[in-house]
């Protein structure tokens, strides 16, 4: 419980969707539900996939894994109490449950932009300095890089936490979103709100920015190198290398960069629409990661399409 000379907080209220009736409720916690079960099912076979091949103990795949990892991670951070709210009516959450959810929400969104400046370090070693990779992007060296990773965010996040704790409240209690994040709750405060938000934000871009300008900087080096190729089929299939970072990484920042800029340039979204933009990009991605790595990755497509047809082969014989 947070005292101050306003008011007690002792729960949140999660709104949700606002304007969905109760008639809608199901169909609603349906369509959650399949997100959970796509985010959890795809990412956990990932992370096993991977642990259990031998021949997958590369740096890149080792960076596959801690993607799938925070995929993994939000979804069951974020989805399950959106599930219970239209599933079971279940809208209050309690107060440092609300805050909880908050760490972890940015920690693994600051994380994973993080590890995707990894990956784009990883394809520019392995496409510009072919002969030094093994020396320089070892696991060793992309398990050090993932952990920082891992570690500056949780420092942010760590003061982040203490900001909030210092706001006093005297507005409503109601999260106007599926999730608690840092801006509906520092909304919520009656003082040093403008601090602690600026706060925010200036780690927010940091965690966001600094990424995505060494991941434009490392393609755009990496196209550069390639278009001097004097073979087109060299060009066309070092390109093909890339394609599943450039899909995860482009899922990841497009959808933010395009919904920030709208609102930057005036275009003003309703609560309702803002609200379900927020789930879809954060949660497709996570959903559908998963398809890329295995569709779109040549070793792990292989892989599968061997104990596929182990499998048919055991089930043909098993048969006669």
């Not at 306003?6 to 409720?25: A, C, N, R, W």
């Not at 290398?241 to 800029?261: A, E, H, K, M, W």
Request: hydrophobic share 50%; charged share 10%; proline share 4%.
């Amino acid at each position: 419980m947070l005292n101050t000379n306003e008011t007690k907080i002792t729960h949140f209220f999660i709104l949700g969707f606002p304007g969905v009736s109760p008639e809608y409720y199901g169909p609603v916690s349906a369509l959650l539900f399949l997100f959970y079960l796509a985010i959890t099912v795809g990412n956990i076979f990932i992370l096993l996939f991977v642990i259990c091949e031998q021949s997958l103990q590369k740096p890149s795949y080792y960076i596959f894994c801690h993607l799938a990892l925070t995929d993994l991670l939000f979804g069951n951070v974020t989805l399950p109490k959106a599930i219970s709210k239209y599933w079971f009516n279940d809208s209050l959450i309690s107060f440092y449950s609300c805050l909880i959810q908050m760490f972890f929400v940015h920690l693994i969104g600051a994380a994973h932009s993080f590890i995707l400046m990894v990956m784009a370090l990883d394809r520019f070693i392995a496409i510009c300095t072919p002969l030094r990779y093994n020396s320089l992007f070892s696991n060793k060296t992309v398990s050090m890089l993932c952990g920082i990773s891992w570690l500056v965010p949780t420092t942010f996040m760590v003061g982040n936490m203490f900001d909030i704790l210092r706001i006093p409240f005297c507005n409503s209690n109601i999260i106007v979103q599926c999730y608690c994040d840092h801006m509906s709750i520092s909304n919520l405060g009656c003082d040093l709100v403008r601090e602690v938000k600026t706060i925010a934000l200036i780690l927010a871009m940091i965690s966001l920015l600094l990424p995505l300008g060494f991941i434009i900087l490392s393609y755009f080096v990496i196209i550069t190198v390639v278009l001097r190729m004097s073979s087109n089929g060299g060009c066309i299939k070092t390109l093909s290398t890339c394609t599943p970072q450039l899909v995860i990484t482009g899922l990841y920042y497009l959808p933010r960069c395009f919904y920030y800029l709208a609102n930057f340039v005036g275009y003003t979204f309703s609560v309702p629409v803002q609200i379900v933009i927020v789930m879809l990009y954060s949660h497709i991605p996570a959903a559908v990661n998963p398809l890329i790595y295995c569709l779109q990755t040549k070793d792990i497509k292989e892989k599968i399409k061997k104990k596929f047809s182990l499998w048919k082969i055991h089930n043909t014989t098993k048969s006669l």
